[in-house]
């Protein structure tokens, strides 16, 4: 490194140290920017389909006012899961544009598909993205009903995961033959 | 065929109080809500058994629109896994809130 300084002096090195940190930092402000609730809205085909039935939801409006959008059911908050799922995502955006889902019928027509593609990643991930707000380990079971604390020990000791049973309660459910429980993570 | 006008107004009213008017509550949505889907799914099982389950059960009962209208509005003891629990009573703004979610049902 000294060498490099006495040969080049420290300019290229300071310049190259504000380039990386740039990159950093924009990066980061660009994964931020595309992980917005309008951004989602402005680029995938979901205004009036899957946005609008995910309104009035428990996961849009309750009691505290704590929601969780579209990025925090749908994007990993892991880093390299993050880039891996924006970059397979984009693919929708080819949709978007050549209007696959751009009817009501259309939509309809795919939600099936859709729903099996959010299903089976969500089992593979044990409903990873669930879990970044809903940690088992800190429910608490006074604050329950009953039932509630009965279902959940008995999705547990069944093996089962978050989205086997809370399926459809933030997007309508589709027609079609598998349920999250006949999907066998891969 | 021409109407009088002093009869439009009177028959304006009628037509617009009568049941045929269209509700329109999106009964779906309403479900989702009121936190109904948080165990019924509409051809899937889930803790309570299917909205077409429960559509076909109360279709073949010769008073199952009734039957059905006192399910959602009594909060009737049921089973669950071997264990008894009050059903969630479903709250409508109005009848013809509860009619447009009777109707949904049995229409599945």
Redesign the interface.
Same mark, same amino acid.
Not at chain 2, 41 to 47: F, G, L, T, Y
């Given at each position: 490194m000294r060498q490099i300084i006495k040969k080049y002096g420290a300019i290229p090195l300071l310049i190259a140290m504000i380039i990386g940190a740039a990159l950093v930092v924009g990066a980061n402000v660009g994964m931020a920017w595309t992980n917005t609730e309008s951004f989602c809205i402005s680029c995938h085909e979901m205004k009036n389909n899957a946005y609008a039935e995910y309104q009035d939801t428990i996961h849009d409006t309750n009691r505290t006012g704590v929601r969780a959008t579209c990025p925090d059911c749908h994007v990993p908050q892991e880093f390299l899961a993050k880039v891996w799922r924006k970059t397979k995502a984009t693919m929708e955006l080819y949709g978007k544009i050549t209007g696959k889902i751009d009817t009501p019928e259309k939509y309809e027509e795919h939600r099936y598909e859709m729903a099996l593609n959010v299903w089976t990643r969500m089992k593979n991930t044990d409903s990873r993205e669930c879990r970044n707000c809903h940690n088992a380990d800190k429910m608490d079971p006074e604050k329950q009903t009953p039932e509630a604390v009965d279902r959940h020990a008995k999705g547990v000791a069944e093996g089962k995961t978050c989205i086997d049973c809370h399926f459809a309660i933030a997007h309508y459910e589709p027609d079609g033959e598998l349920a999250p429980e006949d999907l066998k993570p891969q | 065929m021409r109407l009088p006008p002093y009869l439009i107004a009177p028959l304006f009213v009628t037509l617009s109080l009568s049941p045929i008017t269209a509700h329109a509550l999106n009964v779906?949505?309403e479900l989702?809500?009121q936190?109904c889907? /948080?165990c019924h799914?509409?051809?899937?099982?889930?803790?309570g058994p299917s909205i077409k389950e429960t559509a076909k059960k109360y279709r073949s009962e010769v008073n199952g629109r009734e039957m059905l209208r006192g399910h959602l509005t009594s909060a009737p003891e049921i089973e669950?896994?071997g /264990?008894k629990?009050k059903h969630k009573m479903f709250e409508p703004k109005d009848d013809g809130d509860l009619d447009a979610v009777i109707n949904w049902i049995l229409s599945k």
């Open positions: - | 779906q949505k989702q809500k936190g889907l /948080k799914a509409i051809s899937r099982k889930k803790d669950v896994d /264990k629990e």
